[in-house]
């Protein structure tokens, strides 16, 4: 049995649609969790930067003596993930790779759509990941980054969420998929607008679910579950707005947060910022 808590890292707030999956599907374990809200968004930002971001916020996590750490963000996965696994010599899960796999075994037309991030999207990492798995899927991609502050503002299921759904996605669903993979974090909070939209018969993929379910495994297999142990924590650091995250964070977990703040200092080193 090991009570050691899973480290989860996001750019913000949109982490806590992992961090949701992950406590309902290991009820036993501890978490920590850290929103990079000062320097969010990362999705319109270059992959050194947003590298450079990770390695900070995995270190920060790693010194709270984290078992497994899981990069919840999309955009940070596509960008950062090998170089993490590279740095640091815990178990480092992402959710580009869970979501692939998740999205290859549900298509039966072998056409897959992938929506995310700019920097996800650019990245080609949904892309390269469902081909690595079956080359002869069919792979489409699309940009929505309008998607982020419609979650965040809880306007999900509202006409404007439709208007811009139809907008972004009319193409995808004209393409014939038939599983639209949800590449970002704040997408699950759209699922209703993005179904209404692409119709009952394409088959929405959530990373999340693919991913905790992926750590699940991973915890048996390194023999470093908690076991139900009982006495858990969800913990929960920011870089800014602890407030913000409280509030939005709110509408992604359904829960009661605790939320402890980092100072953010304009040149970001956890190290020297993580005072409670
Ligand atoms: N968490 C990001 C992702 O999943 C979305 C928000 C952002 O751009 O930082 O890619």
């Known amino acids: 049995m090991d009570k050691r808590p899973i480290g989860i890292f996001d750019s913000g707030v949109g982490g806590l649609?992992?961090?949701?999956?992950?406590?309902?599907?290991?009820?036993?374990?501890?978490t920590v969790y850290l929103g990079d809200t000062a320097r969010v968004?990362?999705?319109?930002?270059?992959?050194?930067?947003?590298?450079?971001?990770?390695?900070?916020?995995?270190?920060?996590?790693?010194?709270?003596?984290?078992k497994l750490l899981i990069v919840a963000c999309n955009t940070a996965t596509a960008y950062a993930l090998c170089e993490l696994q590279k740095r640091?010599?815990?178990?480092?899960?992402?959710?580009?790779?869970?979501?692939?796999?998740?999205?290859?075994?549900?298509?039966?037309?072998?056409?897959?759509?992938?929506?995310g991030t700019e920097g996800t999207i650019a990245s080609g990492a949904y892309f390269e990941a469902i081909k690595a798995i079956d080359q002869k899927v069919v792979v489409r991609t699309r940009a929505c980054p309008l998607f982020v502050p419609l979650a965040e503002e809880d306007w999900a299921d509202t006409d404007v969420a439709r208007l811009t759904a139809r907008k972004y996605l009319l193409d995808l669903k004209q393409d014939g998929i038939d599983v639209l993979l949800l590449g970002c974090t704040h997408y699950p909070l759209l699922k209703k607008t993005i179904s209404y939209v692409m119709g009952d018969e394409v088959e929405l993929i959530d990373s999340a679910v693919a991913t905790a379910a992926k750590v699940d495994r991973l915890l048996i297999e390194h023999n470093i579950s908690a076991k139900g142990s009982g006495d858990r924590s969800h913990v929960f650091f920011v870089t800014d707005s602890p407030e913000r995250f409280e509030e939005v964070g709110r509408k992604f977990l359904c829960s009661t947060m605790q939320t402890e703040l980092i100072?953010?200092?304009?040149?970001?080193k956890p190290e020297e910022t993580g005072k409670k």
């Not at 990362?42 to 984290?66: C, H, M, P, R």
Request: glycine letters at 8%.
């Open 17 to 30: 649609t992992v961090l949701r999956e992950v406590i309902e599907t290991m009820p036993g374990e501890s």
């Open 41 to 66: 968004p990362y999705g319109t930002k270059s992959g050194e930067t947003v590298t450079a971001y990770a390695i900070q916020n995995a270190e920060f996590l790693i010194s709270k003596d984290i």
């Open 88 to 115: 640091f010599d815990i178990p480092i899960v992402g959710v580009i790779e869970p979501g692939a796999e998740m999205a290859v075994s549900a298509t039966r037309a072998r056409q897959v759509g992938v929506i």
């Open 263 to 268: 100072t953010h200092e304009s040149t970001y």
